[in-house]
């Protein structure tokens, strides 16, 4: 999703050798390809793109309402206000209830200033369960960048040859039709599979790494398991804040549908 980078380009570039999921719906692959050309400022490419993926016979609804949203946001990054909202309003029109991000995007600020786009965003509507789990799936997508940054910087000082646990919160399968939810469960299914990807990645450059210089500094094997405890200290301590912060559905009073003013209000 074209934001404030909650998925930074660096991680979507270790995405391509990870497997699809057969579980699941899983559109993670393409969903990264055209976030690197977003990331390039390839935005009519990125367009296109995301036209393409819209077109293809096995694209949901949801994932149709979230590229025109993506649509929306690279014709703002472009300054093309007519087209970002036109392109909003089909997103909105296609069931897009993602009534958050527009309101922190950097390249939307100047279409919700715009009437006609106000008015767009103003017909977004979404219920209070479906908008208790947006939130939380938009901030555990940065608490998940967040562990695999942290987790490839402590890579750097580890003197063992042990991998790396990757603790990771488990996705939402409460049943919804809300396209901003879907969409964002896929943002998030993106994020873990390339902290995955990322810090293996890490682990192979550590332990070479550190293999070299114990042969050289003459590192002691108590060095290592000393190493390889701190490391599992770590990853039990994000266990633990994972499960913490883990999602509860919630109870809402009403499933009507509401504006995200009314909401954030209650």
Same mark, same amino acid.
């Given at each position: 999703?074209?934001?404030?980078?909650?998925?930074?380009?660096?991680?979507?570039?270790?995405?391509?050798?990870?497997?699809?999921?057969?579980?699941?719906?899983?559109?993670?692959?393409?969903?990264?390809?055209?976030?690197?050309?977003?990331?390039?400022?390839?935005?009519?490419?990125?367009?296109?793109?995301?036209?393409?993926?819209?077109?293809?016979?096995?694209?949901?609804?949801?994932?149709?309402?979230?590229?025109?949203?993506?649509?929306? @946001?690279?014709?703002?990054?472009?300054?093309?206000?007519?087209?970002?909202?036109?392109?909003?309003?089909?997103?909105?029109?296609?069931?897009?209830?993602?009534?958050?991000?527009?309101?922190?995007? @950097?390249?939307?600020?100047?279409?919700?200033?715009?009437?006609?786009?106000?008015?767009?965003?103003?017909?977004?509507?979404?219920?209070?369960?479906?908008?208790?789990?947006?939130?939380?799936?938009?901030?555990?997508?940065?608490?998940?960048?967040?562990?695999?940054?942290?987790?490839?910087?402590?890579?750097?000082?580890?003197?063992?040859?042990?991998?790396? @646990?990757?603790?990771?919160?488990?996705?939402?399968?409460?049943?919804?039709?809300?396209?901003?939810?879907?969409?964002?469960?896929?943002?998030?299914?993106?994020?873990?599979?390339?902290?995955?990807?990322?810090?293996?990645?890490?682990?192979?450059?550590?332990?070479?790494?550190?293999?070299?210089?114990?042969?050289?500094?003459?590192?002691?094997?108590?060095?290592?398991?000393?190493?390889?405890?701190?490391?599992?200290?770590?990853?039990?301590?994000?266990?633990? @804040?994972?499960?913490?912060?883990?999602?509860?559905?919630?109870?809402?009073?009403?499933?009507?549908?509401?504006?995200?003013?009314?909401?954030?209000?209650?």
């Amino acid at each position: 999703m074209f934001r404030t980078k909650v998925i930074s380009i660096f991680l979507l570039s270790f995405l391509a050798a990870v497997p699809v999921l057969a579980a699941q719906q899983d559109f993670t692959d393409e969903l990264m390809k055209l976030s690197e050309l977003t990331g390039h400022k390839q935005y009519r490419e990125a367009i296109d793109g995301y036209r393409k993926l819209e077109a293809q016979p096995r694209t949901p609804g949801w994932l149709k309402a979230g590229c025109e949203y993506e649509i929306a @946001e690279l014709y703002a990054a472009m300054n093309d206000s007519d087209n970002a909202i036109a392109a909003l309003n089909r997103a909105v029109q296609l069931g897009y209830d993602d009534c958050l991000s527009p309101r922190t995007s @950097e390249h939307l600020a100047s279409i919700l200033k715009n009437p006609k786009g106000a008015q767009v965003i103003g017909a977004m509507k979404i219920t209070e369960s479906d908008f208790h789990e947006l939130f939380w799936l938009k901030s555990e997508v940065q608490f998940a960048e967040h562990d695999a940054r942290m987790m490839i910087t402590e890579n750097m000082n580890r003197l063992d040859q042990q991998g790396t @646990e990757i603790p990771q919160a488990q996705l939402p399968i409460r049943a919804t039709n809300s396209a901003g939810v879907l969409y964002w469960r896929q943002q998030l299914l993106l994020i873990q599979k390339a902290q995955i990807e990322y810090v293996n990645q890490s682990d192979q450059q550590r332990m070479v790494h550190a293999a070299t210089m114990g042969v050289i500094s003459g590192s002691s094997a108590s060095a290592a398991l000393e190493s390889a405890r701190q490391a599992h200290v770590r990853a039990e301590t994000r266990k633990a @804040e994972i499960r913490k912060r883990a999602f509860v559905p919630s109870r809402p009073s009403s499933d009507q549908l509401k504006s995200c003013s009314e909401l954030a209000a209650g």
